[in-house]
Nanobody, 124 residues
Framework: VQLQASGGGSVQAGGSLRLSCTAH????????VVWFRQAPGKEREGVAC????????YYSDSVKGRFLVTKANAKYTAYLDMEKLEPEDTAVYYC??????????????????WGKGTLVTVSS
């Protein structure tokens, strides 16, 4: 399985970006998509999750109300729509897969596959 996050770029504070996560290879329908980010000099943190059925989502407090995670009809594509971006959102964003139809407080654990990241830079 190969994962790739894309769509990153530079934006001013208050702006929006859409990140995409595309998977290649054999992937079970039972995978949830998880988004992480890592800011310069900081540890990686979980951002958002969407369950394998897309019926459940979960967001970290820092992005709740500003970010939206969805899956496309295409089986192996997911999105992270980011609005009202802040300089603190500057980071490399990664998508990942975990097993299960679950999106809750434990969704940042049990990662099975990691993707390559995409850089988001928010200027003030």
């Amino acid at each position: 399985v190969q994962l790739q996050a894309s769509g990153g770029g530079s934006v001013q504070a208050g702006g929006s970006l859409r990140l995409s996560c595309t998977a290649h290879g054999f992937i079970s329908d039972y995978f949830a998509v998880v988004w992480f980010r890592q800011a310069p000099g900081k540890e990686r943190e979980g951002v958002a999750c969407i369950s394998s059925s897309s019926l459940s989502t979960y967001y970290s407090d820092s992005v709740k109300g500003r970010f939206l995670v969805t899956k496309a009809n295409a089986k192996y594509t997911a999105y992270l729509d980011m609005e009202k971006l802040e300089p603190e959102d500057t980071a490399v964003y990664y998508c990942a897969l975990r097993l299960g139809d679950y999106a809750g407080s434990r969704c940042y654990t049990g990662i099975r596959h990691w993707g390559k990241g995409t850089l988001v830079t928010v200027s003030s």
